[in-house]
């Protein structure tokens, strides 16, 4: 009987792509395990290329965990990699693993580390070397089209699409993307950019074709949210604009044409107002950064 590991990441692109290096280092050092992911199945496209998973289980979105039980029972190690609550480490207890790697079971919670290192250091505490630096699903041929990403989860995290609309006039061959939800933001960015119609994909692009499209791009402009990662595991030049968080604890890694534009202040990422510092961006900056990051 195979001996099983189960990882819990229920949450959005972005979260999953930053524990990609943790992923791979259960991998590592676990290799007689199966190793299990519950995670949203919309992600379910990245599996293949993050190369250290063996199968998954649906779980929900950003949030609290909305189930009673995972539907994965008696695993031989359970890993959290979701957060540090008691809701998704009461769920993994439900499970009844033989052993379970989590904070608020072994290391202290650190504020003001960035996500990618923080769970490496997780498994580091116990034992398992991890490479925060391993992040790579491939590399762009820099091909295909400069994307603009103008929408984000919360509203706190959008600038505004008027300023995204000037960027994406000011570049060469250009799509606009986004998710179902970011439709209308997009269009706005569109059509003030003075795009033809087939320039603007947003909610046409399921995951893997955004897999696809992002694996190719020259050029990836976004806030903070997942498609500035999913650049990042491309190796696709990139700049993002952070706004109430810190690049420190969710932007790209340093150097190879990734630039993170931010004022130096802290808000509420969920707030449902722009964050007055993301305001403090201005379009030439990020212009000058596309231009500098592509040449």
């Not at 819990?8 to 290799?31: E, I, S």
């Amino acid at each position: 009987m195979a001996l099983e590991l189960l990882v819990l990441r229920g949450l959005g692109l972005g979260d999953l792509l930053t524990a990609v290096p943790a992923l791979r280092a259960l991998r590592q050092a676990f290799p007689r395990h199966r190793i299990t992911l519950a995670a949203p199945r919309a992600l379910e496209a990245l599996l293949p290329l993050i190369g250290a998973v063996d199968d998954q289980v649906d779980v929900s979105g950003p949030g609290p965990l909305p189930m009673d039980r995972l539907p994965f029972e008696r695993p031989d190690i359970a890993v959290n990699l979701h957060g540090k609550g008691p809701e998704s480490i009461d769920a993994l207890r439900r499970a009844q693993p033989g052993r379970l790697i989590s904070f608020g079971t072994g290391p202290p919670w650190q504020d003001g580390v960035h996500e990618v290192r923080r769970w490496c250091s997780l498994l580091e505490w116990h034992g398992i070397p991890a490479d925060p630096a391993d992040l790579t699903l491939g590399i762009s041929d820099r091909t295909g089209p400069a994307i603009v990403h103008p929408g984000a989860a919360y509203p706190a995290r959008r600038w505004p699409p008027e300023r995204f609309a000037k960027v994406a006039a000011a570049l060469d061959d250009v799509v606009v993307t986004g998710t179902d939800n970011e439709v209308p933001i997009a269009r706005k960015v569109a059509e003030l950019a003075g795009l033809p119609p087939e320039r603007m994909l947003a909610g046409q692009t399921r995951m893997a074709d955004l897999i696809d499209l992002v694996s190719r791009a020259r050029l990836v402009v976004c806030g903070d949210t997942g498609v500035a990662h999913l650049a990042t595991a491309f190796c696709v030049p990139s700049v993002v604009l952070f706004g109430p968080v810190s690049p420190a604890l969710w932007g790209p890694p340093p150097g190879w044409r990734h630039v993170a534009l931010w004022a130096g202040r802290c808000g509420d990422p969920h707030g449902q107002r722009v964050d007055p510092g993301l305001l403090k961006i201005e379009v030439s900056e990020v212009v000058d950064a596309a231009l500098e990051v592509t040449s």
